[in-house]
């Protein structure tokens, strides 16, 4: 499977490598600036960027000759940095999925995923007015990888996102999209309609009833 980019670049800067060291087995500051030919400084300085971005975090120490080292491992969420299977493989289970259900099975457990994956975020909206539990709408949609912005017009609000949290799966299976309709709904508290659009660059749309 082909790296994109991105995820390329990342992992060919220093972070990167300090990432992929990090990866085969838990380190101190000095094992790292060892390998990379680096000050013990300069790795500090990389690992402090790395720990704030949640990538690493401290492990324990190992004895030193003067003093105890700090071990630092990766985080799980560094691990999707390494990651390339996620796309295709979603794309073939909702292809297996799809074959073995009915269409309106089929809509109706994407739904069921969506509600699933609001229950999550319900708590944190509790009790909250219209537009709190929509920016509580808006940040769940940040989590699962997406950028929105509710905007007024028509006399309907629209949640517009840039880019598509799930276009690996949107490009084959556009019924995706009622996953987040249904997160949405979930966390807005009224019915959300998807108004998506699809294709090579594809853009979130839901409108708010």
Known sequence: ????????????????KILTLLRTKNQTVNELAEALELTDNGVR????????????????????????HVLYGLTAEAESLFSTAYGPLLHHVLTVIRRRLSLPEWRASLREVGRTAAKE?????????????IEGALEALKELGGDATIKEGGGKLTIYGNGCPLSSATAHHPEACLIVEALLSEIVGVPVRERCEHGDAPHCRFEIT
Do not use: C, N, Y
Request: aromatic share 4%; glycine share 10%.
């Open 1 to 16: 499977m082909r790296i994109s980019g991105w995820r390329r670049r990342i992992l060919a800067s220093t972070r990167g």
């Open 45 to 68: 300085s990389h690992l402090t960027s790395l720990e704030r971005d949640g990538l690493v975090h401290p492990l324990g120490v190992r004895p030193g000759f003067r003093k105890p």
């Open 121 to 133: 975020h319900l708590d944190q909206i509790k009790d909250k007015t219209r537009s709190q539990r």
